[in-house]
């Protein structure tokens, strides 16, 4: 299963204000890092912080990008700071279907095709799926074909109630962690998208499980090591746990948005179950 998000390429535009400085006043106070903290981070003083903060002194393209990492302010985000203080945008979008991302886009397909028949799916900085594999597919069958439409929202396909959602035995607790995970990212990352996003899927009744469905509770006492989305596929209960990984150091816009999530088998039976049908 391969769907790739190929979008246009968005050139930030420079906010209003005087430069960056309430800008990155703004993400300093989002980390809940004084003045003083900041700037023994970025080796620098508490003063020329200040004077950059209040607009009465320009800082140094060096200086935004030093911040910014202390700040861990998203490469999106940064290149906005740069726009603001008068440099230009120092990090790429490239779209994803660009030939400069071909090696990328392989090493994906590869990474997520290599972890069959466990579940494996890459998604953007709003959960669009960029591509899946089969075990993805297989969770998916049975799904009405306008919920599977582009672009593909992971988000969306768990929680809505046509969707994954009345198949999750332990939906009341797997809906709070991923609305959870979104609250996280929203206080992290300044997304209109993102919190859109989770103003629509928290807005989803929460259905009943589907009828003759197994019971919620799992049979017999599997200790569990984190908590297992499990799942019903064709009267069988799959319980997995994810893992979500990103790139390190990113250098460009879309590479830095994009996410790898695994789900690992938490049970035996899991396991059997995925490998009877790989067989």
């Known amino acids: 299963m391969t769907i790739l998000a190929t979008g246009d390429v968005r050139v930030p535009t420079?906010?209003?204000?005087?430069?960056?400085?309430?800008?990155?006043?703004?993400?300093?106070?989002?980390r809940r890092i004084s003045q003083l903290e900041l700037a023994l981070r970025a080796d620098s003083s508490a003063r020329h912080i200040s004077f950059v903060e209040t607009g009465r002194s320009r800082p140094s393209e060096e200086m935004v990008l030093r911040l910014a990492e202390h700040l861990e302010v998203p490469v999106r985000e940064r290149n906005a700071l740069l726009l603001a203080a008068g440099y230009a945008p120092r990090y790429p979008e490239t779209p994803l279907d660009d030939p400069a991302l071909g090696t990328l886009r392989e090493g994906l397909e590869r990474l997520i095709q290599g972890y069959e028949p466990y579940p494996a799916l890459v998604v953007d900085a709003v959960y669009d799926v960029v591509?899946?594999?089969?075990?993805?597919?297989?969770?998916?069958?049975?799904?009405?074909?306008?919920?599977?439409a582009p672009p593909l929202n992971a988000m969306r396909l768990t929680l809505h109630p046509e969707g994954l959602a009345p198949r999750i035995r332990?939906?009341?607790?797997?809906?709070?962690?991923?609305?959870?995970?979104?609250?996280r990212q929203i206080a992290l990352d300044r997304s209109d998208a993102l919190r859109a996003l989770y103003?629509?899927?928290?807005?989803?009744?929460?259905?009943?499980?589907?009828?003759?469905?197994v019971p919620e509770e799992p049979a017999g006492d599997v200790p569990y090591f984190a908590l297992p989305m499990r799942i019903e596929h064709e009267g069988r209960v799959l319980s997995f746990v994810s893992s979500i990984s990103t790139f390190n150091t990113p250098m460009d816009v879309t590479v830095a948005e994009l996410a790898i999530e695994t789900f690992l088998p938490a049970d035996p039976a899991t396991v059997k179950y995925l490998r009877s049908l790989s067989a």
């Open 14 to 30: 420079a906010p209003s204000g005087r430069g960056a400085g309430p800008l990155l006043r703004a993400w300093r106070e989002r």
């Open 131 to 148: 591509t899946a594999n089969r075990g993805v597919a297989m969770l998916l069958e049975g799904i009405p074909e306008r919920l599977l």
């Open 170 to 183: 332990n939906l009341r607790e797997w809906r709070g962690h991923l609305l959870a995970q979104m609250e």
């Open 199 to 213: 103003e629509e899927v928290a807005a989803y009744p929460v259905p009943e499980p589907e009828p003759g469905g």
